[in-house]
Each structure stands twice: as C-alpha cells, then as structure tokens.
C-alpha cells in the first residue's frame, strides 16, 4: 500500500476504531439492527470494498457516509455518543471531525466541487463585476483627469479603481 492511498485509508480506520468493538458486540447477540444501522454498515463495507476497487467511486460513497452519519440520517454504533442537537436534527461530533479529516486528506478535489455546487459560475462573477464597474464609471464620469488620479491614489475596492482607469484612458483618447 502506497503511503498515499494508507492517507486516504485514515477516514475509514478512526470510524473503524471508533465503531468496531460495539459493532461487533451488536452483530453477536444480534441486537439494537435498526434500518439506520445496516444502511450505515452497508455504506461503510461498500466503502471499504470501493477503496480497493474503484478510488473515485470510493470518495464519493465514503462523503455521502461521513455526512449521512454525521447529520444522524444513518448510524454507526459508537462507543462514544458525543453530539450536538438543532432542532430536529443531532450532529455527531466524532463522524463530524472525521469528515473534516475526509475533507481535507482530499481537499485538491473537495474544494473545486463545493465551490461549483454552491458558487457562482465564472461567467455570473464576471458579469456582476462588470455591473459594480459601470455603476462606478457612472458615478465618476464627472471627475477631471486630475481628480481621477488623486481618486486613483485612494485605498477603493477593485470595481473602482477598474472604472477610473478605465475612464482615465476613454479621456486621454478624446
């Protein structure tokens, strides 16, 4: 095993750590088989089995459990019970910090998809600047050469400083 895939083997071994002893005593007398409990189990021999078979099939079903098991809608039998209730909804604290350790063994490849899940598109930032720009130019127009560049000088935000160079140079062409 290559010192980078027993990296990315870490997530499952603390949640093995953290889950096997009471797994094992619950599969032996065959109590407490909740649906959340084999979902749970099932997902984390499937990602175990993924590691070995298929890497990116692998990170995918083990996010889904890390977070499935942290937000309470699947369950690992724990032998520590640590969490946080919102309402109707119980983080667990120990799948919660594993996550965190999921997220960042693998952080090149986690942070490019949240932000397309939940950012804006390259082109809908582009356009919003290009709003914040001309609102500016619109409010400098009235400025002589001589006060942009004292505006120029000024501590602005980017928008800014872009409308007034870009006014600076429509008036040195006319």
Known sequence: MKKQDLIEFIPIILLLFFTLEKTLSQLAILNDLSYQYQIGLGMLVCSIALFFLHKRIYRYVMAFTLVFITISIIDLPK???????????????????????FAWIHKEKVIPTLRQLVGK??????????????????????????????????????????????????????
């Open 79 to 101: 032998k520590i019970d640590i969490g946080i209730s919102i309402a109707t909804l119980k983080i667990q604290i120990i799948p919660f910090v594993i996550t965190g350790v």
């Open 121 to 174: 598109s390259d082109e809908i930032l582009a356009s919003e600047t290009r709003l914040r720009v001309d609102h500016f130019k619109e409010k400098f127009e009235h400025l002589s050469n001589a006060e942009i560049k004292e505006k120029l000088s000024e501590n602005l935000v980017p928008e800014a400083k872009q409308a007034l160079k870009e006014l600076k140079e429509e008036k040195s062409h006319e």
